[in-house]
């Protein structure tokens, strides 16, 4: 079964550099969920859109953006990059009728240098 | 802030011994999810549960729901090399498709 796709998985940065990361859902899902995971810590919740539209928010920095564009895929660009925002970054998707169960990507794993 | 927290934060078990984390929060929680992340790899969700007292099984793991709502616990019977990773319980909001919040979560080595 076709799952979430991640691009890049790897990605290395200077600070104050940009970084767009991209997040394929599986098909037919319509709702996508950005976290962030450093070192040794559990995942935290950026942000999330369904249909399109932001759906929720959660602890993401002003310097970061993110949409949903009419394929359902999602991105996620970061500017002014800090040494802190090196870390593990997972997309997730759901099928909003179907709900529970969020499917996670791979990761992107930033390391800003 | 965290809504739930973990004990313990690491656990080394020789091959063939059980092993469990536990899941707790200072309020009644309206469900409660289980992930294990395999090092380097992504959440893979395990389980979700809802009702008061519910256990559930999958295979050898046991996922236990509290009376109270407020603690979950994860038990592995006869660990192998394969249950390694790191387990999270975590907390969906209300809705089927609200966010997920993780708890620190428990890393687990198993020593074959």
């Known amino acids: 079964a076709a799952g979430v796709i991640q691009s890049p998985r790897h990605l290395i940065k200077e600070k104050r550099e940009t970084a767009t990361l991209k997040c394929y859902p599986i098909?037919?899902?319509?709702?996508v969920y950005w976290y962030q995971q450093g070192p040794g810590q559990d995942p935290q919740f950026l942000i999330s859109f369904y249909e399109k539209m932001q759906s929720d928010k959660g602890s993401i920095p002003d310097r970061f953006s993110a949409q949903q564009f009419s394929d359902y895929h999602s991105e996620l660009n970061m500017s002014s990059l800090e040494l802190g925002d090196s870390a593990l970054y997972f997309c997730a998707s759901l099928l909003r009728a179907k709900g529970e169960t969020q499917y996670f990507g791979p990761g992107t794993r930033l390391l800003v240098l | 802030g965290q809504q739930v927290m973990q004990i313990p934060q690491y656990q080394h078990v020789q091959e063939g011994e059980d092993f469990t984390t536990y899941c707790n929060s200072s309020t009644t929680l309206s469900n409660i999810q289980w992930y294990k992340q395999r090092p380097g790899g992504h959440p893979v969700f395990l389980i979700q549960?809802?009702?008061?007292?519910e256990v559930k099984k999958q295979k050898r793991l046991t996922f236990q729901f509290g009376e109270a709502k407020k603690n979950s616990s994860l038990h592995i019977t006869a660990t192998q090399t394969t249950d390694v990773g790191t387990y999270f319980c975590?907390?969906?909001?209300?809705?089927?498709?609200?966010?997920?919040?993780f708890g620190p979560g428990t890393s687990l080595s198993v020593i074959p």
């Open positions: 975590a907390v969906r909001g209300k809705t089927s498709y609200d966010k997920v919040i």
């Open positions: 098909p037919r899902h319509d709702t």
């Open positions: 549960l809802v009702k008061s007292g």
